[in-house]
């Protein structure tokens, strides 16, 4: 009998997206998976919709909207399986999507989560803005994708088909082992939404697990569903959380130095904001920071409860991603040394 799966969908008024994209899921070529609906207090017909169409789908209906962490935490505590699929409702996946994951996971004891290659369900050809074929961070803390630097998505040619072990695993579709999960605490509550699988992923890679791309896999991911880009409530979080992240996981010898040029930097992403008149996002960075001030002695406390900080850990690129983009004109993943 294969391990059991249960892909578990967190959905909040997206009704739109699960008739569109949950016969692809259910036609899932594998012996042994359960669909989950996880619906965080949805406003429109979500529920009922899944209900009338898709009987054998499983529903967990949470009282209030927690969010994509607060929202996967408490339904995936009611969820029993060898092994979780975080999904988003709007990713299309191909039949032989799920096997390859599972088959990688089982091969090895440290793997503790894989993610598929995410193409753009709008144009098929090229990467996908939220995990392209494997998540990697600057030393100053902002991601990037095999196929994604920046704004800049690359044309899939088969470049970035290696199985190898990244830093982070897209948030938009990753297996992750069930006891791995419960081990780290599930996703981080703080965070809300953006980031917090990159948190997961930090913290387990810090224990000693291995996260991983699997290319063979392959979904295509719409994005934006939630909060589009450009959305001033998607720059305080993306903002706010990558100081979090730091803060929370970056080794001590290195934290307060990385901090400072962090702050630098983003007072230059202000800036750029200013030549293009996004006068909400300049808003949304000086929100994003003063509430990470107020906090920060409460994210240096919960850095006492995260495994021992590892100094120099895989896919961390130990230089900056901005000044390669900007200065060096860098515009590709493979340019990189990673």
């Not at 902002?142 to 630097?149: A, D, L, Q, S």
């Not at 970035?160 to 938009?172: L, V």
């Not at 979080?237 to 983003?266: A, M």
């Amino acid at each position: 009998m294969q391990p059991k799966v249960s892909i578990v969908i967190l959905n909040y008024n997206t009704r739109h997206f699960l008739e569109k994209f949950l016969p692809s899921v259910l036609a899932t070529d594998y012996e042994n998976f359960e669909v989950v609906l996880a619906d965080n207090a949805s406003k429109d017909d979500s529920v009922a919709f899944v209900k009338s169409h898709f009987p054998n789908i499983s529903i967990i209906t949470l009282p209030q909207n927690y969010g994509f962490a607060g929202g996967y935490n408490k339904a995936l505590a009611q969820v029993n399986a060898d092994y979780f699929v975080l999904l988003n409702s709007d990713v299309e996946v191909t039949p032989d999507w799920l096997k390859p994951l599972v088959t990688l996971a089982e091969s090895d004891m440290k793997i503790s989560a894989i993610q598929p290659k995410l193409l753009d369900y709008k144009d098929k050809t090229n990467f996908e803005y939220a995990g392209g074929s494997g998540g990697f961070i600057d030393k100053f803390g902002y991601p990037f994708c095999r196929g994604r630097w920046f704004n800049t998505l690359e044309t899939d040619t088969g470049q970035y088909n290696d199985t190898r072990e990244i830093f982070w695993a897209t948030g938009a579709c990753f297996l992750i082992k069930s006891q791995c999960w419960h081990e780290m605490g599930g996703l981080d509550e703080d965070f809300f939404a953006h980031m917090e699988e990159i948190d997961l992923c930090w913290r387990m890679k810090n224990a000693g697990y291995k996260i991983m791309v699997c290319p063979q896999s392959i979904v295509y991911h719409v994005g934006g569903g939630t909060l589009p880009v450009g959305n001033p409530r998607k720059t305080f979080l993306n903002f706010r959380n990558g100081l979090f992240l730091l803060c929370k996981n970056l080794h001590g010898s290195v934290l307060w130095k990385t901090l400072f040029i962090r702050f630098v930097l983003d007072g230059l992403a202000g800036v750029k904001f200013l030549t293009e008149f996004k006068f909400r996002e300049i808003g949304a960075i000086l929100k994003a920071h003063f509430t990470f001030y107020a906090q920060m002695r409460y994210w240096l406390t919960k850095r006492k409860q995260v495994p021992s900080q590892s100094k120099t850990l895989t896919g961390m690129y130990q230089k900056s991603m901005v000044f390669d983009f900007y200065l060096r004109g860098k515009r590709k993943f493979s340019e990189t040394e990673l």
